[in-house]
């Protein structure tokens, strides 16, 4: 596992999500209630962008056919089984720039 830098922090939007690409991830950043949090970006319904999704009750809200996973564990609202991957993510605030998004990805 390893801490990779995603984005500055002043590039989230409370309420919505960032699609942000590296290490062959495909991943969806969100903040919510000032917390942030990082998915993979891909729908497994039928492969929607979740970054685009808005979020609901702490949930990420799939815009194509309005799928809700949970945010904190990924799993799809009412339906136990069903889930997106989900990372461990902190933000670090350097001494000599802004706090930026890192997500605990399991590249080595
Ligand atoms: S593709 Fe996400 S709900 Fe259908």
Known sequence: MSW???CDLSE???GGG?????GGFQLAVFLNKGKVYV???TCPHAG????GGVIQDD?????WHAWPFRLDNG?????PGCAITTYK??????ADRPKIVQANLPIF
């Open 18 to 22: 960032k699609y942000v690409e590296i």
């Open 75 to 79: 799993q799809l609202r009412d339906m």
């Open 39 to 41: 998915t993979d970006n």
């Open 4 to 6: 990779t830098s995603l």
């Open 59 to 63: 949930c990420v809200v799939c815009p």
């Open 89 to 94: 993510s902190r933000v670090v605030e350097p």
């Open 12 to 14: 989230l939007e409370e």
């Open 48 to 51: 929607g962008s979740l970054s």
